[in-house]
């Protein structure tokens, strides 16, 4: 018995306490533990079974990934779970809190399981490249059937102990005394054991688990691990348990040392590491209770909606009735469609419509604890803004701006106390997009950028901290990566070419599919502002401004890069390639064919040279948070780790090369980064 899992005997029940804090996760020495506790039972005669429960506020929240890196070390979960398995004597497992991925798994290895109200199960791998590797392909299946374990799977969906009753996951739901009723059902399995593993998997109509099958293959985007998850679960069927078991254990080893599975690792590190900042801040940030949000368009609508959504009151001022009752609207709405489609309770929308008011005075922001400006981009109408925020706004409240590419510093310059602002960059729609960018002043207080992390958290954002610079971190990576791919379509590529290469590599979109649809108007008006700036001799594209003046700006004008029927379909507009052919023409450029390796390698190493710079300029604290950003914000493929991510993976002397190459192809639109500053 080690410190990591201790057992005491109980009403001739022995109580095996896993204590490995904060999560209880499983790592080798809790799995020693756990063996060793299991051989202990089956020697000591005074013990008729045992309850496996967690200290603290959790039973195990799931492996310990950092060992998913190296060489796994003996003992093995599945030798853990054969061993409760063939141990004479029956195990209960007591859930409370999380049982996830391996914690699950080991439940479900128990000859019984009992949960707390509120407590939660799932296997959620398939997240993280790979699949259960411990019998949860195997075991699930023959408690609820193929096509409820391919959903739950498949989704990594995590469900709550009430429906864990219902499906049959559990056999006992408690309010409190967890332990005692798991000591109370151990002993009424008189001594019985009730292996899953001895169940005959449910039928189920083929139909049904095709459906189930395509439905889960469609929202994994057909991942590696999605395609396995349902091979496995079929197993189930056919196979013979210890058959299946190893199976899986063969296909979950495999995934697990893949590149895909490392990056999704890369990913899950970085965004822990941002949370685990959150909580040694959390002690300087100030309560926020009552947010009042400026600006009633898309994007103030859908701050009101997201700050709403986590209880917080919101306020809703637009100078413009017109604007104002536009977005009372949509949050109406909003929340009414989440009613309808059975998504929220009546009480639930009655209690966030009951948290909002709306109206055109500034007398109504006075009782805010944070006030959030969304109005339009131009700066005469921010300073505006913010004027009459500091007339009426209380003198401890917060103020953030929701700004694209403004620089913050003007605005805060214009106000009585710069050291309460910062900036807010939600990404659009804001009540559905991950990202949030915290902006950070040079008087800005840590009191505020601890709270602006709590407010993210509580918003269900992954936040990131970016200095005050053009494009924060976000964009200005996106408009080096837009760059690129505009120097691309001069030198011979076409958009529908470029944008096939990159979402065949895993974007969400290409980024001239992004730009119609987020319309041309909006790049060329920030072009514009930038043009007095320019350098002369730095290399520009005109082919968007062309396309600008000819009144294409995109799906809202039916053109744009590509040609829109009324239904919104785009089809390849001939005259766009006379256009990019006669600028290149006009440039003396030769165009030539590109592949679609080219493209994608041209775009992410442009991107990993972006990122380069704002580390070495300090917009950014780490380079992985720009991986956060772009896939959190900008559609880049989760399972492709980033940009930093695979700058790594390729190592210095590689990358150095191949940025070579890409600055003689760039010419004078491109300035190389100091790549050193990734690997530090």
């Known amino acids: 018995m080690n410190t990591k899992v201790t057992s005491h005997l109980e009403s001739g029940v022995m109580v095996i306490t896993v204590n490995n804090p904060p999560i209880n996760a499983g790592s080798i020495e809790v799995r020693q533990g756990l063996l ?21 506020t959790t039973f195990i929240a799931g492996s310990d990934i950092k060992e998913f890196s190296l060489p796994l070390a003996e003992p093995h979960l599945p030798q853990v779970i054969a061993a409760i398995e063939n141990c004479s004597k029956p195990v209960v497992c007591a859930i409370h809190g999380t049982a996830l991925g391996g914690g699950f798994e080991l439940a479900l290895g128990c000859d019984a399981r009992i949960a707390q109200e509120g407590a939660v199960v799932g296997l ?133 040392t893949s590149t895909e599975a490392k990056a999704l690792r890369h990913q899950f590190f970085a965004e822990r590491k941002l ?103 131009d700066m005469e109408v921010k300073h505006a803004v913010f004027k009459q925020i500091d007339e009426h706004a209380k003198a401890d409240a917060l103020l953030a701006t929701n700004t694209s590419y403004l620089d913050i510093e003007a605005i805060a310059a214009k106000t009585r106390n710069p050291a309460r602002l910062f900036g807010l960059h939600f990404f659009s729609p804001a009540n559905i997009m991950k990202l949030m960018e915290i902006i950070r002043l040079r008087d800005t207080s840590d009191a505020v950028i601890a709270t602006g992390l709590l407010f993210a958290k509580r918003l269900g954002k992954t936040p990131v901290i970016s200095a005050n610079a053009f494009g924060f971190i976000g964009n ?100 766009v390639h006379q256009v990019i052919d006669e600028a290149s023409v006009a440039k003396n450029i030769v165009r030539r064919d590109f592949s679609s390796q080219e493209i994608v390698d041209r775009v992410l190493l442009t991107m990993v040279n972006e990122v380069a710079h704002l580390v070495s300029e300090r917009v950014v604290g780490d380079a992985t948070d720009c991986d956060i950003a772009l896939v959190n914000g900008y ?45 530090e």
């Open 36 to 56: 060793d506790a299991i051989t202990q039972l089956e020697e000591n005669s005074e013990a008729q079974a045992a309850v496996i429960i967690g200290s603290g």
């Open 124 to 256: 959620p791998e398939v997240t993280l490249g790979i699949i259960p590797g411990a019998g949860g392909t195997q075991r699930l299946p023959r408690l609820i059937g193929i096509e409820k374990s391919i959903e739950l799977i498949c989704g990594a969906t995590r469900i709550k102990a009430d429906e864990a009753l219902k499906l049959g996951i559990v056999s006992k739901v408690v309010r409190e005394d967890l332990l005692g009723h798991a000591i109370i059902l151990a002993k009424e399995l008189g001594g019985k054991k009730s292996r899953v593993r001895d169940l005959v998997t449910p039928g189920t109509e083929g139909e049904h688990i095709e459906v189930a099958a395509q439905k889960a293959l469609k929202a994994g985007k057909s991942r590696p691990q999605i395609k396995m998850a349902i091979e496995m679960i079929l197993n189930a069927m056919t196979m013979p348990i210890d058959h299946g078991l190893s199976k899986e254990r063969e296909v979950f080893q495999g995934l697990r």
């Open 275 to 377: 949370f685990k900042a959150l909580s040694l801040n959390s002690a300087q940030a100030k309560t926020l209770e009552r947010v009042a949000v400026i600006g009633a368009g898309t994007m103030g609508s859908g701050i009101a909606i997201a700050c709403l959504s986590a209880g917080y009151s919101v306020h809703l001022l637009d100078q413009s009735a017109t604007s104002l009752a536009n977005g009372v609207k949509k949050i109406e709405d909003f929340y009414s469609s989440r009613l309808i489609n059975g998504k929220m309770s009546a009480e639930k929308v009655a209690a966030a419509l009951g948290r909002f008011t709306h109206s055109s005075q500034w007398t109504d922001i006075a009782s805010a604890d944070l006030i959030i400006e969304a109005v339009f981009e």
């Open 476 to 575: 200005r990576i996106y408009a080096a990566y837009r760059r690129q791919c505009e120097f691309m379509m001069e030198e011979g590529a076409y958009p529908e070419q470029i944008d096939k290469a990159l979402e065949e590599f895993g974007f969400a979109m290409g980024p001239f599919a992004v730009a119609d649809m987020s319309g041309l108007d909006i790049a060329w008006a920030m072009r514009k502002s930038q043009a007095a700036n320019r350098d002369p001799a730095d290399r520009y594209v005109s082919i968007p401004d062309s396309l600008c003046l000819a009144g294409r700006f995109g799906r809202k004008t039916g053109s744009g890069y590509y040609a829109y029927d009324v239904a919104g379909k785009r089809t390849i507009d001939p005259w």
């Open 635 to 679: 559609g880049f493929p989760r399972w492709q780790g980033g940009p930093v991510f695979m700058a790594r993976e390729m190592g210095l002397e590689k990358l150095n090369a191949a940025i070579d190459t890409i600055e003689k192809q760039s010419g004078s639109g491109f300035k190389r980064a100091n790549l050193n500053v990734l690997f």
